[in-house]
């Protein structure tokens, strides 16, 4: 999403990450992933539960291929992830377009940690707002 940032702006559109985490542990994934975009906590998922964002089984979270290599690649690198207590891995997120009147017009929620939308699909659908 950061490499469409000339793009969005462009299209005068603003990019906001929420989570629900602590701020601080925001800032270190903000800083972590070299983000551009504003990074906004959610502590009571107050987002979460008006978009209808579901948590999902553990097996769903921890099981599902496409995740196991994830962390088999962080292994083989040396790396461990930091699964943190206080993080809820089963809550699901999404991804959103509101047009300027705040009406919906794209809506990908997720249904499993891997499942994100196309970032080509996203930025078209924000150009064709203009």
Known sequence: MASMKP???AAQTQVIV???EA???LAVL???IQSPFRFVVDRDR???RAFDLP???RARTYLHPKVLGFYGKMATKGRVPNLRREQDRRQMGGDFVL???GIVVFAHPEKGPEDRAPVGSIVRVVEGLR
């Open 23 to 25: 701020a601080e542990h």
């Open 46 to 48: 107050v987002l979460y």
């Open 30 to 32: 903000r800083d972590r």
């Open 55 to 57: 948590r999902i089984g």
């Open 7 to 9: 793009r969005l702006d």
């Open 18 to 20: 929420i989570g629900f």
């Open 99 to 101: 047009d300027a009147d």
